[in-house]
């Protein structure tokens, strides 16, 4: 089983930048692809970004431009460095994997940005 705990959120104002990280612990051989969501208030939970073993990388169109995903294998973390951030990047924001079976939801790291 993997375990997956999320950091790094925060409160900025608009055009601030914030880096999220993402310790998986556990049974990390079995992590192939893996990504970062989030959830606003209200809304359904969406995949923002996501990477690859062979480091490929995936981003909704909202944030390509803006966010930038990067793995290291040999410490079992993803980050999500967040520049030029919006209103409406306020989430709660998840790592998981992006294909196969979801792994159990780790609870996240709220990020709020004021305009």
């Known amino acids: 089983q993997v375990q997956l705990v999320e950091s790094g959120g925060g409160s900025v104002q608009a055009g601030g930048s914030l880096r999220l990280s993402c310790a998986a612990s556990g049974s990390t051989f079995s992590i192939n692809a893996i990504g970062w969501y989030r959830q606003a208030p209200g809304k359904q939970r969406e995949l923002v970004a996501g990477?690859?073993?062979?480091?490929?990388?995936v981003y909704a169109a909202s944030v390509k431009g803006r966010f930038t995903i990067s793995r290291a294998n040999a410490k079992n973390t993803v980050s999500l460095q967040m520049n030029s951030l919006k209103p409406e990047d306020t989430a709660v924001y998840y790592c998981n994997a992006i294909a196969g079976t979801l792994y159990p939801w780790g609870q996240g790291t709220q990020v709020t940005v004021s305009s």
């Open positions: 990477i690859n073993s062979g480091g490929s990388t």
